[in-house]
Structure formats: structure tokens, C-alpha cells
């Protein structure tokens, strides 16, 4: 982590973040129980939607590491700090 401050989200950017996101899980939810389809059609869905989710979370965390490593300094085994 950089010791320079970074931009701190303010919490209803937060709150309207989090209100989104159950909002499009519920509508997707709702969408995928209202299909009609077989069961096993609407599983499918539903894991694959929860697959995405987990997967959009893991690049957005990669994303923010990278991003957070490029501004931290780097240093060789033998330089002194």
C-alpha cells in the first residue's frame, strides 16, 4: 500500500453502490424463478449468474491490486530503504 491518501468514497456512493447491486441480483433472481423453463435450465442460470458475480469480484480485486502496486515504490534486494 502507498503511503499517500487516496480518494475515500463517500457513503452514499457506498450505499448507492450496494442498493444497485442487490437490486440487479434480486431482478435477476426474480427473472431466472419466472422463467419459464425446466429446472434444470434455471439452476444452470443461477449458477452461472453466481459464477459471474464471484468472477466480476476477483478482477475487480486484481484490478485494484495492480493499480494500488503500480504506485507503491519498488525496491532491489540490495538498496537500502
Not at 450505499?15 to 427473472?31: D, E, K, N, Y
Amino acid at each position: 500500500m502507498s503511503d499517500t491518501p487516496g480518494k475515500q468514497n463517500t457513503a452514499a456512493f457506498y450505499g448507492q453502490a450496494v442498493a444497485s447491486f442487490a437490486v440487479a441480483m434480486a431482478a435477476t433472481a426474480i427473472g431466472i424463478y419466472q422463467l419459464s423453463a425446466d429446472a434444470w435450465v434455471r439452476g444452470f442460470l443461477a449458477i452461472a449468474v453466481l459464477y459471474l458475480v464471484t468472477s466480476a469480484f476477483t478482477l475487480a480485486k486484481v484490478i485494484r491490486d495492480r493499480q494500488d502496486g503500480a504506485s507503491a515504490p519498488t525496491y532491489t534486494p540490495f538498496e537500502k530503504r
